[in-house]
């Protein structure tokens, strides 16, 4: 569950891939695009959100450990890395800015 302007909301979606290692979990989209993005900033928001609540729904679940978020371009094989920071503004634009209900 998160917040969303003060109300909970159940989130939903299938991780693709799922990296657990010593240090951090590392969690893989793969996204079908014909036009692939070349920054992250291009990525759409859609996109850069669902990273973004993966992201906040896992950290609880491995505590101490980094996520890290990738979205991985089947068109032309390549792989984006969706930084913290923009998975925080990416929340921060759908209205997500409270943690995560315990």
Request: with cysteine; proline share 7%.
């Given at each position: 569950?998160?917040?969303?302007?003060?109300?909970?909301?159940?989130v939903s979606g299938q991780i693709?891939?799922?990296?657990?290692?010593?240090?951090?979990?590392?969690v893989i989209d793969y996204k079908t695009n014909r036009l692939v993005p070349r920054t992250e900033a291009e990525a759409p928001l859609a996109y850069r959100s669902q990273m973004a609540l993966y992201a906040r729904l896992l950290q609880p679940?491995?505590?101490?450990?980094?996520?890290?978020?990738?979205?991985?371009?089947?068109?032309?094989?390549?792989i984006m890395c969706i930084s913290e920071a923009m998975r925080q503004?990416?929340?921060?634009e759908i209205g997500v800015n409270q943690p995560?209900?315990?």
């Amino acid at each position: 569950m998160v917040h969303v302007n003060g109300q909970e909301h159940a989130v939903s979606g299938q991780i693709d891939r799922l990296l657990v290692r010593e240090d951090r979990v590392v969690v893989i989209d793969y996204k079908t695009n014909r036009l692939v993005p070349r920054t992250e900033a291009e990525a759409p928001l859609a996109y850069r959100s669902q990273m973004a609540l993966y992201a906040r729904l896992l950290q609880p679940l491995y505590p101490g450990k980094t996520v890290e978020t990738l979205l991985l371009w089947t068109a032309e094989p390549s792989i984006m890395c969706i930084s913290e920071a923009m998975r925080q503004s990416a929340l921060d634009e759908i209205g997500v800015n409270q943690p995560i209900a315990p």
